[in-house]
């Protein structure tokens, strides 16, 4: 018995249809790129249900419905969709390009079905439209490939693949067999596949869309937990980490490790002249003062108060000396508050290089504070280096 094709499109619909709903009220759990992302798909798959609805329309609807509008309607699903998968990622969102395709495939779609009706060449201008979708919308993805990449980003590849080639059956036998199929509707084995998968493919995408928010969201809570919200940059807990994995590599690999350690001058009598609020900002301005400076791969972070750790993996003496130096001049320069009547800021640092008597890292971070107090004893506003 053969598969009754406008059935299996209403039958799609009337799934997007249900799921639609469940996302929009879902986005009320979410704020920020999350929500504007959810709410952009669950409009998506009422596009989609619209749009199948009037493809399974075809034959008892006028072809400016069941042909123009729905097609014009699902270019517009397939654009936001790509939309919303891209703002998900952060990639560019290329609303423009976006918008072009679908109008220059929608253009065409209307002219070869109610102008110089062509189902044939209507299925070939929605491949074209349909393979540059799915390559916006699978391009931000290709990082999933590589070791380690993301599960949830493997899905969705998956998901977009299987309509690839989908629609890649359906050009075949095309090709192939011109009289196969006479429409969209009419019963072939390219399009009873195509037709199937397309019925399914907006809850697996769905599927595939929410297992990505949750691994975004999860990496955005994870980095949360180790980030000092005053400075932006990482706190005590995950300084202790860091300081121990790349004391570890330096000695697995034989390479130095500096550490730098860097506090506040007088930062006690800010806080009493000038506020508590006027401090914060101190912090923050020295944190991106530092982080300019020192820059990747050195990882930078607030111990506590006002004094910031530096890690600098395969750096030895010299080169954390003089990049001490620039970070302190910098600073020196700085005028965090402007027109308070503040006077400028100054820090002291203390530097310890690994060395064969380290035994862990706790010892290499004792042996830079020391440092650090020598230089405050020695009149502050200075870089001093750990004897030993």
Partial sequence: MRIDLATIALFGALQALLL?????AATRAYTGVARTSLRI?????LLQAVGWVL?????????????????????????ESARALRLLLGAPQRRLLLAA??????LGIAWFGVVEPDYRVRVYIASVAL??????????LRHALRRGGSSAQRVMLLVLLGALL???????????????????????????AQMIYSAVEPVLASVGFLLMYNEAAQAELHRLARTDPLTGTLNRLALDEEADRLFQQAGSRGTPLAVLMIDVDHFKRINDDFGHAAGDRVLAVLAASIAATVRPPVVLGRMGGEEFLALL???????????????????AKLRPVPGDG??????SAGIAVRGPDDADVHGLIRRADRALYDAKRAGRNRVVTASG
């Fill in 131 to 140: 393979g540059a979708y799915l390559l916006l919308l699978a391009w931000p």
């Fill in 41 to 45: 798909w669950g409009t998506v798959l």
């Fill in 101 to 106: 395709i679908g109008v220059a495939g929608w």
């Fill in 166 to 192: 989908g629609w890649c059956g359906r050009l075949g036998e095309l090709l192939s067999h011109p009289s196969a199929a006479a429409g969209l509707l009419a019963y072939s084995p390219a399009n009873a």
């Fill in 20 to 24: 639609a709903p469940l996302l929009l």
């Fill in 313 to 331: 993996p395969d750096t030895g003496l010299a080169e954390t000396m003089a990049l001490a130096e620039r970070m302190r001049a910098a600073v």
């Fill in 55 to 79: 493809m399974g329309l075809r034959g008892h609807a006028s072809d400016w419905l069941s042909i123009v509008l729905a097609n014009g309607v699902l270019m517009v699903s397939y654009a």
């Fill in 342 to 347: 503040m006077p400028g800021i100054t820090v």
